[in-house]
């Protein structure tokens, strides 16, 4: 398929072998013959594809070609159990988010920054909000609707991207797409691609070995819930883990070194607004299932409460990020949070609670070539009814990396001895 009108005749019998799969699919489904659809679909598509070169032949026409026939099958594969045109952006390993703004106006960016249009991956928007509520009546642990009267979408795909889309509150239907292309690193691979230097890492993972509870800050696309991931690599593999995300990002719970986590995102409320769950209810579930950890994937409302509760009752080497541009800023948006909820915490109180519980701020940024990277480090030491106490530990350098600021206090370089980190990689010792 090498010219404009071979691919004008391919889309053409694409569209009449998909609506051949379509009708044996939903007379099987009828007949109760679907069991597991994905291999029932692949089986399908390969018999409708090969059918149709046996009837080119025996009518004297040429055959489709392989490499013509082994699209036409994963297009169709796609149509019927991913997202169909998006399908092969989203597979592509060198692109790291996906903006559709109506069906043909598409937009990626790849793993170095660049960011091109592309054709479109779908006929209309109609095909493609059709294609996305498929997509969620199929996903996850329930039904996500997609339609005027709850027009936003949220959820995690297969190999873990992240889907958001809306409708009805734009002219066109418009999805994001973010795919996360580290979805196992560890703390020691981070610092090999230049994240953090290799002294930085060990000394982030006796942190959590030590069960600090720390807080990755950081501005949009810089990082956090890879940093997270990176984190968690250095939990033992007989931790229990409760996770709470909307949507579901961090992947715990696919990952062989962790064999007891324990995922749960939001739920939306029915037709009838009844039945919501929302994340200050999940971080309190968390609490009574005799977590090792817990994991909020991000605050960014209430439910930093229960949070801030749980990190002060002993859930100790607990993780959340926070979307803000700086380590004193951090204690800033969460003392907001607080604010905004329904309890209303005052600002001391807040600050109490982030003192009590709150060990480490770890800030993440970008440098100017646009490489993303650990900015700083803040060790939270008290607080007081005007301010959280801490010491910066690390501040960003001219280049925006993190470089040595100050030292950890004595009871914070005790418990990272206690856990055999080696002091002399802060630079001074005690």
């Known amino acids: 398929m090498t010219t404009g009108l071979m691919s004008a005749q391919v889309a053409v019998l694409r569209d009449e072998l998909h609506a051949e799969v379509s009708d044996r699919l939903a007379a099987a489904v009828r007949r109760s013959e679907v069991d597991d659809r994905a291999a029932f679909v692949e089986d399908l598509v390969t018999d409708v594809v090969r059918e149709y070169n046996v009837r080119a032949l025996r009518r004297g026409q040429q055959a489709v070609p392989d490499e013509v026939r082994e699209q036409l099958r994963r297009s169709l594969m796609d149509a019927f159990t991913g997202l169909g045109d998006l399908q092969p952006l989203i597979d592509d390993p060198d692109i790291e988010n996906i903006d559709v703004n109506g069906a043909e106006n598409v937009f990626i960016t790849h793993a170095g920054g660049k960011r091109v249009r592309v054709g479109p991956v779908a006929s209309s928007d109609e095909e493609l909000a059709d294609m996305l509520r498929k997509v969620a009546a199929s996903l996850g642990v329930q039904e996500r609707r997609f339609d005027p009267g709850l027009p936003r979408l949220n959820l995690r795909l297969p190999g873990g991207a992240r889907l958001f889309a809306v409708m009805s509150v734009t002219e066109r239907v418009c999805v994001s797409i973010r795919r996360h292309r580290f979805m196992q690193l560890t703390l020691a691979e981070l610092a090999r691609l230049g994240t953090m230097t290799p002294a930085m890492a060990q000394l982030f993972e006796a942190m959590v070995a030590a069960r600090l509870n720390i807080v990755v800050s950081g501005g949009m ?75 909020v994937g991000e605050v960014r409302g209430p439910e930093v409460i229960p949070l801030l509760n749980a990190l002060n009752q002993g859930t100790d080497g607990s993780m959340t990020t926070i979307h803000a541009s700086s380590t004193q800023e951090a204690f800033k948006k969460i003392a907001g949070y607080a604010r905004q909820s329904k309890e209303q915490l005052p600002f001391d109180v807040t600050y109490q609670l982030i003192g009590g519980g709150v060990h480490v701020v770890v800030q993440l940024g970008k440098t100017a070539d646009g490489a993303r990277v650990v900015t700083g480090v803040r060790e939270v030491v008290d607080a007081d009814a005007t301010q959280v106490r801490s010491n910066e530990i690390y501040r960003p350098g001219p280049d925006r990396r993190a470089v040595p600021a100050s030292r950890f206090s004595d009871i914070t370089i005790d418990k990272l001895l206690d856990v055999g980190f080696d002091a002399t990689l802060l630079g001074g010792g005690r």
């Open 221 to 295: 696309d810089t990082g956090k819930t890879t940093m997270v991931r990176a984190l968690c690599s250095a939990i033992r593999p007989d931790e229990r883990i409760i996770t709470i995300e909307d949507p579901y990002e961090l992947s715990l719970d696919t990952d062989p070194a962790h064999p007891d986590v324990v995922p749960m995102q939001p739920r939306d409320p029915n037709i009838e607004g009844s039945g919501g769950i929302d994340m200050v209810e999940l971080v309190r579930w968390a609490t009574r299932m005799n977590p090792s950890r817990v994991i």
